[in-house]
Nanobody, 122 residues
Framework: QVQLVESGGGLVQAGGSLRLSCAAS????????MGWFRQAPGKEREFVAA????????YYADSVKGRFTISRDNAKNTVYLQMNSLKPEDTAVYSC???????????????WGQGTQVTVSS
């Protein structure tokens, strides 16, 4: 069982930056693939980024590639999402998730945080 708690969301102007954190409970955090997803009002939940257990392999949605960076610190049971050059279309609730498969589908992730709101003003 893994419990996930996100933090770091907020209101930022276009072009600005935010860093999201996702703190995990449980001693098996380092064995999970971690992903970030987002959901804007009236839209489906979409994949943002994923990182494997070692932190050496990452994958990004085309819409955030080159602007967002996912990382993890297994000693701190935490995964991060550094978001730079933010755009109004990045506005959404961002959630972290833990799973055992390397996949971009939210259905492949077993544990979810409650989400944190990111709002980018133009």
């Amino acid at each position: 069982q893994v419990q996930l708690v996100e933090s770091g969301g907020g209101l930022v102007q276009a072009g600005g930056s935010l860093r999201l954190s996702c703190a995990a409970s449980g001693r098996t955090f380092s064995s999970y693939v971690m992903g970030w997803f987002r959901q804007a009002p009236g839209k489906e939940r979409e994949f943002v980024a994923a990182i494997d257990w070692s932190g050496r392999n990452t994958y990004y949605a085309d819409s955030v590639k080159g602007r967002f960076t996912i990382s993890r610190d297994n000693a701190k049971n935490t995964v991060y999402l550094q978001m730079n050059s933010l755009k109004p279309e990045d506005t959404a609730v961002y959630s972290c998730a833990a799973g055992t498969r390397w996949d971009i589908s939210p259905r492949q992730y077993d544990y979810w945080g409650q989400g944190t709101q990111v709002t980018v003003s133009s």
